[in-house]
T-cell receptor
Framework: AQKVTQAQTEISVVEKEDVTLDCVYE???????LFWYKQPPSGELVFLIR??????QNEISGRYSWNFQKSTSSFNFTITASQVVDSAVYFC???????????FGQGTTLQVKP | GAGVSQSPSNKVTEKGKDVELRCDPI?????LYWYRQSLGQGLEFLIY????????KSGLPSDRFSAERTGGSVSTLTIQRTQQEDSAVYLC??????????????FGPGTRLTVL
């Protein structure tokens, strides 16, 4: 069965620090998709990124960057120069094939202090 | 444009009562998903619809849980004879078509259910 592990339960940083959120997944699927969602204190899940298993290119979007490595089954998320508004719970998520089912990691709570 | 909406935002009920939770997907989205978020279990998939049919109901925790979707739009999640362990936030999401490889799921604000 597929599984997503986010070993870091909580991380606390001071504003402007860089922070990396770790994500490791387990699967036997050859085609699959990985996502990151953000859940701010307001509660609504916000989509950040989707990658497929055939594309290991790193991606950068502003202060956010993602490192996908199939060899280590990891999909880590880095926030550069963190800001207080980045404080939220971040979920690494797995999906396979043509099903609609998403499998969520346990989430990492990020607190950015001013 | 309007996002996914859910109602009620909060629901408090007594153990043993039935509850109905409603989800209005983004206009034009044919796929609709239900998830549950609780402290003990994290975020779990319950069921998804493509149109009015439900190809995957594997996440429904018991036969007290059911969901329907009519007209390819609004969906209702019904929990019969509620138990305290049903207390959670119930999240709805929609996507243009079903399939994680084809489209992104966009989530609503959730319904917080408390069973006393």
């Amino acid at each position: 069965a597929q599984k997503v592990t986010q070993a870091q339960t909580e991380i606390s940083v001071v504003e402007k620090e860089d922070v990396t959120l770790d994500c490791v997944y387990e699967t036997r699927d050859t085609t699959y998709y990985l996502f990151w969602y953000k859940q701010p204190p307001s509660g609504e899940l916000v989509f950040l990124i989707r990658r497929n298993s055939f594309d290991e290119q790193n991606e950068i979007s502003g202060r956010y960057s993602w490192n996908f490595q199939k060899s280590t089954s990891s999909f880590n998320f880095t926030i550069t120069a963190s800001q207080v508004v980045d404080s939220a719970v971040y979920f690494c998520v797995y999906g396979s094939g043509n099903t609609g089912k998403l499998i969520f990691g346990q989430g990492t709570t990020l607190q950015v202090k001013p | 444009g309007a996002g996914v909406s859910q109602s009620p935002s909060n629901k408090v009920t007594e153990k043993g009562k039935d509850v109905e939770l409603r989800c209005d997907p983004i206009s034009g989205h044919t796929a609709l998903y239900w998830y549950r978020q609780s402290l003990g279990q994290g975020l779990e998939f319950l069921i998804y619809f493509q149109g009015n049919s439900a190809p995957d109901k594997s996440g429904l925790p018991s036969d007290r849980f059911s969901a329907e979707r009519t007209g390819g739009s609004v969906s209702t999640l019904t929990i019969q004879r509620t138990q305290q362990e049903d207390s959670a936030v119930y999240l709805c999401a929609s996507s243009l078509v079903a399939g994680v490889g084809t489209d992104t799921q966009y989530f609503g604000p959730g319904t917080r259910l408390t069973v006393l």
